[in-house]
């Protein structure tokens, strides 16, 4: 029998070395993933121009669609589902308030008919997975190829030009000052999903829900409006990009978008959003967007052709998410 | 080891050594220390209990046992081998079974599935799925269980899924069995069936870890006893020669009154029932079910598993709908549609399985804790975060959960505390109904009795409860009023006065009338 038996530790108060031991560092994994990566670029393709102003601004500019959509995507993967259908969302929106502001001459109707095309997509999208109990990857899945295809029959492929110089400077291609319109647009995207998702009652619900959706339901989360708001508010976002797109490239076209929710999902996985739900990160998907930004940056400065960057794109991203998840 | 022993000697070292030895095994996780130095043996052909509060470590010493976790130090020998399992794969092939707290079953799949998972019987290298559901069958019957090998685990009641559980090991064909509160979750009848299948392994020499909270059970079925406290053994010795009191004051390292029923003023009952249920049938089973709960009463519920105590709080709490009959609320008819709409109005469910119903089990307890406080909890259109900071810490404190930090995932607590953690999070909402559903499944006697008192507290305070509970003594300790459920239907309503002993009160749930 073992008699000695020693007062129990001080609850609350563990060492600073077990402190440091609790930290986590898988969901710092994308930090230090970026520092390694733009270390590695700035030591190597500095004769390149890699570090100059303008190139770096050029990252931002080029990742920023994919970062505000992130934000969107964020949400929707914390709360267990997934939204594929984002880049031919993108590309419909473009079109259609590409024709919108050709036939009227008004910027508010090429807005609001690019806004209408994110509210029916995502009220589709979220009725389906909410109310039929659908996954919500067949239902994004499916929707992927009616965009894109409604995108193509109404322009009959071809690209519609916007001439309507407001509606260009204010998405995506003008400036404030020396700061590109596009940097704008992450920043106060990323801000309104850093605040919604950790800081109001709506995100601890979304986290609730894809966490253990029926202890939340138990506990009285309303389940089903949390995953109906979360696929409307991504397809809405998606909507917006498109309209970037259109404002940036002077023109509606089916083909802006395409591929873009691969690159999306990997910037929010990379970020540290669990794939199955209940935790996620708006800062991490942002960096997780630069961090793809970066590497493309950087290879095409290398001179790599595109077939090489994919491959190397692709080893990257599998380096970035084994790190993440090893303990 | 140079020398090899000859065949003689290795079967004399054999029959003598103890079934399972651990020495002076130490454990920690992220630096707080867990285990401290314990000491464990267990005999051939013995059971052996393994007591303790909630977060002594009991858990943690089987897992080692067991190949889950990694000791720090100390050293375990297993039919006197000295072992060092990096697995569970390499505990179950030194024959170490263990039947889990929490369930290690695939939902989807059969039971006889998980019971032969990564063992499965082939045939010309494929699986052999006759074979398979034949054995299983064979296994359960064994055991003295009813219950299809084919159906799927998900579609059936949790008290099942520790059958399945069970019967998972004995596949196995264990020489050490770990049994982690294996009544937890079972009705009386099926722990009867327990138990005297326990007896048919300990005559086959298997050697079994017993741990429970449940005091009866350790004398029913235990030859020696072994008690942890906050990670140190405090006692270990025969069952026989020890007095529940002793048993209890090792535990919980004070004296502990035992369950007892306290009698409470009656309630007033000229007045509007808050709670009036009319002629009730759903799918769900519940079929023409009626009685009133008035405010201040403690109302328990007994029955068999699949009586129909569940499907009721289901029904209450909105999660399932009525197809016929009336759920009256003060009065009013409840409308009751979903939980949401049940919590507006007051009332509370702490349901039957904390893992898939309770809790987030990857967020943190105070995330969890505030969940259903977040609707009260906003600052303009943000979550007040110092507020609920406090509120958390003061659940926290109410209950005596016992953590290492607040903001790490609840998964990483103990049972019972996870189980503390559900109840926390409730009594935070401070409901005018408040049902239980095994409300002290996994929790430590010291905290068990704290429970009922605060039940009673709740009731005294013109709350009115409903305890739904497979532990008869502990629903009779707290309950004015029981119902008798069975297949769906009230059977009996009996004033708390009118029911002499556990006894009796079985014989009603059975269905045999005196
Ligand atoms: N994986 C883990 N990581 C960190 N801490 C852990 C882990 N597992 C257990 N603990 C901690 O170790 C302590 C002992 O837990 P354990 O599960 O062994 O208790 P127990 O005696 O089985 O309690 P109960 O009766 O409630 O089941 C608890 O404080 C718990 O929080
Ligand atoms: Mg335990």
Redesign the pocket.
């Known amino acids: 029998m073992t008699q000695t038996l020693a007062p129990p530790p001080p609850a609350g108060a563990p060492s600073r070395v077990s402190r440091l031991r609790g930290i986590d560092w898988r969901s710092y994994a994308i930090y230090i993933g970026f520092a390694v990566v733009f270390l590695l670029f700035a030591i190597f393709l500095a004769d390149d121009g890699f570090l100059s102003g303008t190139n770096l601004l050029n990252i931002f500019r080029q990742t920023a669609i994919i970062s505000v959509m992130a934000v969107a995507m964020t949400f929707v993967i914390s709360a267990a589902q997934i939204d594929l259908s984002i880049g031919s969302v993108a590309g419909l929106s473009s079109v259609c308030a590409a024709l919108a502001i050709s036939a009227t001459g008004s910027a508010l109707f090429g807005v609001l008919a690019g806004l209408a095309v994110g509210l029916v997509v995502g009220i589709v999208n979220g009725s389906l997975v909410t109310f039929l109990g659908m996954p919500s990857f067949l239902v994004t899945l499916a929707m992927l190829g009616i965009a894109f295809g409604l995108a193509q029959l109404i322009t009959k492929s071809a690209p519609v030009p916007i001439l309507h110089d407001t509606f260009n400077a204010i998405f995506g291609g003008g400036n404030l000052g020396p700061i590109p319109g596009l940097l704008l647009w992450t920043v106060v995207a990323v801000a309104i999903g850093w605040v919604v998702l950790n800081k109001t009652r709506f995100g601890r619900q979304v986290l609730a829900t894809g966490g253990n959706r029926v202890a939340a339901e138990y506990t009285g989360v309303n389940t089903r409006r949390i995953t109906f708001t979360v696929m409307l508010v991504s397809s809405v976002v998606a909507a917006i990009a498109g309209m970037l797109y259109a404002g940036r490239l002077e023109s509606g076209r089916y083909q802006w978008g395409t591929g873009d929710e691969l690159s999306v999902i990997a910037a929010v996985i990379l970020g540290g959003t669990s794939l199955f739900g209940g935790a996620g990160s708006v800062i991490g998907a942002l960096f997780g967007s630069l961090l793809i930004g970066l590497i493309n940056n950087g290879l095409i400065l290398a001179g790599f052709d595109n077939s090489q960057q994919q491959i190397i794109r692709g080893l990257i991203i599998i380096v970035a998410v084994a790190l993440a998840r090893k303990r | 080891m140079s020398e090899r022993p000859s065949a003689l000697d290795k079967r004399t070292k054999r029959t003598s050594a103890p079934a399972a030895e651990m020495r002076d095994i130490e454990k920690g996780?992220?630096g707080t220390p867990?285990l401290k130095g314990v000491d464990f043996t267990l005999a051939r052909g013995e059971v052996h209990a393994l007591a303790?509060g909630?977060?002594?470590?009991?858990?943690?010493l089987m897992k080692i046992l067991q190949g889950v976790h990694r000791k720090d130090a100390g050293v375990i020998r297993i039919g006197g081998r000295e072992v060092d399992f990096s697995s569970t794969a390499d505990a179950e092939a030194a024959g170490v079974g263990m039947v889990f707290?929490e369930f290690s079953l695939v939902p989807t799949l059969s039971v006889a599935r998980n019971i032969f998972l990564n063992h499965e019987p082939r045939r010309f290298r494929m699986i052999d799925d006759k074979a398979m559901i034949r054995r299983a069958g064979e296994i359960l019957q064994g055991m003295g269980v009813d219950l299809d090998p084919r159906a799927e685990v998900r579609t059936l009641p949790t008290g099942y899924w520790q059958l399945t559980e069970i019967a998972k090991a004995l596949a196995l064909d264990a020489k050490v069995l770990i049994m982690d509160e294996p009544t937890a979750s079972l009705t009386k009848t099926e722990s009867e069936a327990l138990f005297e299948l326990i007896g048919r392994l300990k005559a086959q020499g298997v050697g079994i870890v017993y741990v429970s909270?449940r005091m009866e059970e350790v004398y029913r079925i235990c030859d020696r006893i072994t008690v942890?406290r906050d990670g140190g053994v405090v006692l270990s010795d025969a069952v026989a020669d020890l007095s529940p009191e002793q048993i209890v004051a090792a535990i919980v390292g004070r004296e502990v009154d035992a369950l007892a029923w306290v009698e409470r003023p009656a309630a007033t009952k000229d007045t509007t029932p808050l709670l009036e249920v009319r002629n009730l049938t759903a799918a769900n089973g519940v079929t023409d079910m009626s009685f009133t709960l008035h405010a201040g009463e403690i109302l328990g519920l007994a029955g068999l598993m699949g009586s129909g105590r569940t499907e009721l709080a289901k029904l209450i709490f909105g999660i399932d709908r009525p197809m016929s009959g009336e759920i009256l609320l003060r009065g009013e008819p409840a409308g009751i549609t979903n939980p949401r709409i049940a919590i507006a109005k007051g009332i509370a469910l702490v349901p039957e399985d904390r893992r898939l119903q309770g809790l987030v089990l990857d967020h943190s307890v105070r995330e969890n804790l505030l969940l259903p406080l977040l609707p009260g909890l906003n600052r303009g259109p943000l979550v007040d975060d110092r507020r609920g900071d406090g509120l958390a810490a003061r659940l926290i404190e109410r209950l005596q959960i016992?953590?290492v930090s607040a903001n790490r995932p609840v998964r990483?607590?103990?049972?019972?505390?996870q189980q503390k953690v559900v109840l926390a999070k409730w009594l935070g909402r401070d409901p005018d109904l408040l049902i239980l559903d095994e409300p002290t499944a996994?929790v430590?006697i010291g905290t068990k009795s704290e429970i009922i008192e605060r039940i009673r507290e709740l009731a005294d305070s013109g709350k009115a409860v409903i305890v739904i509970s497979s532990e008869l003594a502990e629903l009779l300790a707290v309950s004015d009023r029981v119902l008798v459920l069975r297949n769906g239907t009230v059977t009996d309503d009996l004033d708390r006065r009118d029911i002499d002993d556990e006894e009796s009160l079985q014989l009603a749930i059975q269905g045999v009338r005196s």
């Open positions: 996780f992220n867990v303790g909630n977060g002594a470590g009991k858990s943690t707290q909270h942890l016992k953590l990483l607590l103990s049972g019972g505390n996994g430590d």
